[in-house]
C-alpha cells in the first residue's frame, strides 16, 4: 500500500552537461520500472536540464534544499515557489549535511516544510543520529527531538503529504550501511512516533526512506524489511548504472 521511492541525491556534483549524459543512460534503463516512484534531486543549476531530460519518463526532479520565504532579499536562497516553477515535484528538508554545515535545525525545518507544503512541493524530510549519539544510546532521543521539533507545527492534512527520510550520520558516505535490522528498528520508532502525533492511519500510510551507504547490493536486504518503503540515496545515484539497480532491486 506504500508506493516505494528511490530518490537519489546528487549534491555538490556534476554540471548542466553532465546531467544530460546521466539522463541519457539512465532513462533506458529504468523505462519499464513502474513499482516505484524514482526522484533525482541534483544540484539547482542542473534542475532545468534534468527536468528537460526527464520530461516524458516517469522520472521527477527535486531540489536539495530551499529557503521558507517566497521571495526577498535573500542573497543565495532558492525558493519553494521558484522550485516548483521550474518543475520540482519534490525537496530534500534538513539533510544532515545542511544540519552540520550550514546550521539548520529542527526549527528552521519546520519553516521550509510548511513552505514546500504550500508551494505544492513533496518535502522529504531528514533525520538521523550520529554516531556519538548511537553509541550513547541516544537515538531514540535525537530522533524523538528532530521530529516533534520538525513535525510538531504540521496538520494531519500537511503531515498526509510529507515523505521522511532516516538517514544515519554515521552511514552516510562512509560505506558503512545499517544492517536491515538496526535500520528498521529506527523506522519502526519513527513510525510510532508519527503515530502517536497525527494517529494510525496516516503514520500507516507515511513512507520513510532509508539513507547511509545504499549500494545495489544492499538495497535488497533493506527494502525486504517491513517499515522501509524507499531510499535516498547520495553516492550510488550518480552512476546512471549503479542507480538503475537499485531502482530495479
Ligand atoms: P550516501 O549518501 O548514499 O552517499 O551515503 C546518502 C545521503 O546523504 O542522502
Do not use: C, M, N
Given at each position: 500500500m506504500r508506493r516505494p521511492i528511490l530518490a537519489g541525491n546528487w549534491k555538490m556534483y556534476k554540471t548542466p552537461a553532465e546531467t544530460c549524459v546521466f539522463f541519457e543512460k539512465f532513462l533506458p534503463l529504468v523505462?519499464?520500472?513502474?513499482?516505484c516512484e524514482i526522484v533525482v534531486c541534483p544540484p539547482f543549476v542542473d534542475l532545468n536540464p534534468a527536468i528537460e531530460a526527464a520530461r516524458g519518463s516517469a522520472i521527477e526532479v527535486g531540489g536539495q534544499n530551499l529557503f521558507w520565504?517566497?521571495?526577498?532579499?535573500?542573497?543565495?536562497e532558492i525558493s519553494a515557489p521558484m522550485l516548483k516553477a521550474v518543475g520540482c515535484r519534490w525537496v530534500l528538508v534538513a539533510h544532515s549535511e545542511r544540519r552540520q554545515?550550514?546550521?539548520?535545525?529542527n526549527a528552521t525545518a519546520a519553516k521550509k516544510l510548511v513552505a514546500a507544503l504550500d508551494a505544492g512541493l513533496t518535502p522529504i524530510y531528514c533525520v538521523g543520529e550520529t554516531l556519538a549519539e548511537r553509541e550513547a544510546g541516544n537515538t531514540n532521543q535525537v530522533l524523538e527531538t528532530q521530529l516533534s521539533g520538525g513535525?510538531?507545527?504540521?496538520?494531519l492534512e500537511q503531515f498526509r503529504r510529507i515523505v521522511i527520510a532516516y538517514e544515519p550520520v554515521w552511514a552516510i558516505g562512509t560505506g558503512k550501511v545499517a544492517t536491515p535490522e538496526i535500520a528498521e528498528e529506527a523506522h519502526a520508532f519513527i513510525r510510532s512516533q508519527a503515530q502517536s502525533k497525527f494517529g494510525a492511519d496516516a503514520a500507516a500510510a507515511c513512507r520513510i526512506l532509508y539513507g547511509g551507504s545504499v549500494k545495489p547490493d544492499n538495497i535488497k536486504g533493506l527494502m525486504?524489511?517491513?517499515?522501509?518503503?524507499?531510499a535516498l540515496v547520495g553516492?550510488?545515484?550518480?552512476d546512471p548504472a549503479s542507480f538503475a539497480a537499485i531502482v530495479n532491486f
Open positions: 523505462a519499464h520500472s513502474t513499482h520565504a517566497k521571495e526577498g532579499a535573500y542573497t543565495g554545515y550550514f546550521g539548520e535545525t513535525l510538531g507545527d504540521l496538520t525486504a524489511q517491513p517499515d522501509i518503503d524507499g553516492g550510488a545515484s550518480l
